[in-house]
Every structure is written in C-alpha cells, then in structure tokens.
C-alpha cells in the first residue's frame, strides 16, 4: 500500500447570488430559502478549498505542484466567479446557486486539471456558519 499525503489551498472570491429555482411557486421558494430568495440577491466573500492527495516525491517532498494549482484554480475559478453575479453563470442555467452546486461545480472544473495527484475534496466556505465539501468521482 502506497502511503498518501494531502495538500489543502485556499483561495477566496467575492460573488453575488440568489437562492430561486424556476420548477417551484414564488411562495414555496420563499420558504425554503427565505432572506436568501430575495429577487435583488445578496454577496458572499467566498473561500474555496482544494484538497490535493497523492504519494509524496521523494525528491521534492511535495505533493502536487502547487504553483501550476494556483493558476489553474484562478484561471478556471477565481476568474470566472470573482465579482460575477452566479445566477448568470452558465452552469447554473436551471441549477440552484447553492454552496453545494457550487462546490459540485468546482470539482468537475477542476478534476482533470490537476497538474499532480488526485483532487480529494471540494470545500466551499460560503458564512462564518455554512461551508460545503463535494467529493465526485476521481479523474478516470
Ligand atoms: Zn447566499
């Protein structure tokens, strides 16, 4: 059995959101979202953290090579959310723009491009109270 090590990054961006999908009545969306339905929508300072695990280098005693992981994370995340309203994201045409999707939602951006290593774990840090962690399926 290979021993595994993991690497945690954290990355941040600011974006807007309301909670409302179109498959339910206006009044069913308010009480399942409340505040969070209101149509002007509201901000979040967002925390994403991407958990890489793989065996070690002997040589270089790291994991992935985090360098290559910053900028893949900021070219497919970080710059596509940052100050963006997520409600007119296209991957969110007829998804909820929950912590959760939105977690999904970087997994799959980010699976098949880690430069080293396996993507292990998807946290989104929407509140002080609220964060999410999707785990997909590993790249094949
Ligand atoms: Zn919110």
Request: glycine share 6%; aromatic share 8%; with cysteine.
């Amino acid at each position: 059995m290979t021993a595994l090590t993991s690497i945690t990054r954290t990355y941040t961006f600011c974006a807007a959101h309301r909670l409302h999908t179109d498959q339910l009545p206006d009044d069913v969306n308010q009480h399942i979202f409340g505040k969070c339905n209101n149509p002007n929508g509201h901000g979040h300072n967002y925390t994403v953290q991407v958990t890489i695990q793989g065996a070690l280098n002997v040589t270089t005693g790291l994991v992935t090579d985090v360098e290559t992981l910053d900028q893949i994370v900021h070219e497919h995340v970080v710059a596509r959310f940052d100050h963006q309203h997520l409600n007119f994201d296209q991957a969110f045409q007829g998804l909820t723009t929950t912590g959760e999707n939105l977690a999904r939602l970087i997994w799959e951006l980010l699976v098949d491009r880690i430069p080293s290593g396996q993507l292990e774990n998807i946290r989104v840090v929407e509140t002080r109270d609220n964060f999410f962690d999707y785990v997909g399926d590993p790249k094949p």
